[in-house]
C-alpha cells in the first residue's frame, strides 16, 4: 500500500464554519505533513508531525489546528477560516530516516491527492 | 538564500523532443536528496525521480533522467521524447540530512505542443 488519502477531496465552508481535512497512510511513515498550495506556486509548509509530535509549524496561523492521534492519521482542523485561505491542502508522509547516507532508500515526499479548499 | 532556484517560470517543447528543465541548490550539508515531482492540473504532486549526493551516477527513470553537477551544485531534469501528457507544473526539491523538511522551488510550467 502506497498511498496517502485524503479527505474531502473538495470543501466549501463559510468563514464561521468549522471543519476538518484528514489524511491517513498506511506505509509505515513516522513523518507527516501539511502544506498550502495556491495555483501555479510551490507547496508550503504548514506543519511537521515526526513520531506524532509536532516538530515544526511554520508560523500558521491559530485558525489551522493540526492534530496527530496515531501514526497513520493526520488531520487539519479549520476554524474561522479566511477566503485567502482558499487553496489546496496536501497532505504527505515520508520515512523519519534522511536520504543521502543509505543508499537504498530515498525519502521521498507521499502526497495526497489535496483537498480543494473554498472560503465564502 | 533560496535553497532551490528554478530560473523557468514557464517552458514549450515540441512533442517527441526532449528537454531540460533546470535547478540548482544551496546547501552546506554534505549528504542531501534530490527530487523532483510532477504535478498535472488535477493537482496530485507525483514523486519522478531521486538523486542522492553521494550517487556516482546520474538518476534514470524511464524518460526522465536527472544530470547532476555536483561541483556546480545543479540537478537538471532532462524528459526525453515528450508527450503530451508531460504538459505540467515540475517542482524541484531538496532535502538535507538534518530534520524533515523538505525545501521546493518556484515551480517550472511545462507545456507540450503537438
Known amino acids: 500500500d502506497t498511498e496517502v488519502t485524503q479527505t474531502p477531496k473538495h470543501l466549501v465552508m463559510g468563514m464561521t464554519n468549522k471543519k476538518s481535512l484528514k489524511c491517513e497512510q498506511h506505509?509505515?511513515?513516522?513523518?507527516m505533513y501539511w502544506y498550502k498550495q495556491k495555483a501555479k506556486k510551490p507547496p508550503e509548509l504548514m506543519f511537521v508531525?515526526?513520531?506524532?509530535?509536532?516538530?515544526i509549524n511554520e508560523s500558521v496561523p491559530s485558525r489551522f489546528s493540526p492534530e496527530c492521534p496515531n501514526s497513520s492519521l493526520l488531520n487539519l482542523h479549520l476554524h474561522a477560516l479566511q477566503p485567502e485561505d482558499s487553496a489546496l491542502y496536501l497532505c504527505?508522509?515520508?520515512?523519519?530516516?534522511?536520504?543521502?547516507?543509505?543508499?537504498?532508500?530515498?525519502?521521498?515526499?507521499?502526497f495526497g491527492e489535496g483537498s480543494r479548499l473554498t472560503v465564502l | 538564500a533560496q535553497k532551490i532556484t528554478q530560473t523557468q517560470p514557464g517552458m514549450f517543447v515540441q512533442e517527441k523532443e526532449a528537454v531540460t528543465l533546470d535547478c540548482t541548490y544551496d546547501?552546506?550539508?554534505?549528504?542531501?536528496?534530490l527530487f523532483w515531482y510532477k504535478q498535472p492540473s488535477s493537482g496530485e504532486m507525483i514523486f519522478l525521480i531521486y538523486?542522492?549526493?553521494?550517487?556516482?551516477q546520474n538518476a534514470t527513470e524511464g524518460r526522465y533522467s536527472l544530470n547532476f553537477q555536483k561541483a556546480r551544485k545543479s540537478a537538471n531534469l532532462v524528459i526525453s521524447a515528450s508527450q503530451l501528457g508531460d504538459s505540467a507544473m515540475y517542482f524541484c526539491?531538496?532535502?538535507?540530512?538534518?530534520?524533515?523538511?523538505?525545501?521546493f522551488g518556484t515551480g517550472t510550467s511545462l507545456t507540450v505542443i503537438p
Open positions: 504527505a508522509s515520508s520515512q523519519v530516516r534522511p536520504p543521502g547516507l543509505v543508499s537504498s532508500e530515498t525519502g521521498e515526499l507521499f
Open positions: 506505509m509505515g511513515h513516522r513523518a
Open positions: 508531525y515526526s513520531y506524532e509530535k509536532l516538530s
Open positions: 546547501t552546506s550539508d554534505p549528504s542531501y536528496g
Open positions: 538523486q542522492g549526493s553521494y550517487d556516482q
Open positions: 526539491a531538496m532535502r538535507e540530512t538534518t530534520g524533515n523538511q523538505f525545501y
